[in-house]
């Protein structure tokens, strides 16, 4: 590792140890919070097997890719969330 950048290396360690864990717990408690919500709705199973697959994505594309589709945006999505929370610290 260069020496110039140890200490951008070490500021942003410092501050993963510092809010790493409270990240983590409020993405898991939304989680939970969502799962919670949608296991009381009448379609709970459709937004679980199928989730942000609107009707006319289905009828283009079928289910199946539809909810692939969907899983993936849905990972990438979270992907670039966290990256931007860590990055804007």
Same mark, same amino acid.
């Given at each position: 590792? /260069?020496? /110039?950048?140890? =200490? /951008?290396?070490?500021?942003?360690?410092?501050?993963?140890?510092?809010?790493?864990?409270? !990240?983590? *717990?409020?993405?898991? =408690?939304?989680?939970?919070?969502?799962? *919670?919500?949608?296991?009381? @709705? +009448?379609?709970? +199973?459709?937004?679980? !097997?199928? +989730? !942000?697959?609107?009707? /006319? @994505?289905?009828a283009m594309?079928?289910?199946r890719r539809?909810? #692939?589709?969907?899983?993936?945006?849905?990972? !990438?999505? #979270? =992907?670039?969330?966290? =990256?931007? *929370?860590?990055?804007?610290?």
């Open positions: 590792m /260069e020496p /110039e950048h140890q =200490g /951008e290396l070490r500021a942003f360690i410092d501050l993963v140890l510092r809010r790493g864990r409270l !990240f983590i *717990a409020v993405t898991l =408690g939304g989680s939970v919070v969502m799962i *919670a919500v949608s296991a009381m @709705t +009448p379609v709970w +199973p459709w937004a679980m !097997f199928c +989730p !942000f697959s609107t009707p /006319e @994505t289905v594309i079928g289910i539809s909810v #692939v589709i969907a899983r993936a945006a849905g990972i !990438f999505l #979270v =992907g670039i969330a966290i =990256g931007v *929370a860590v990055l804007s610290g």
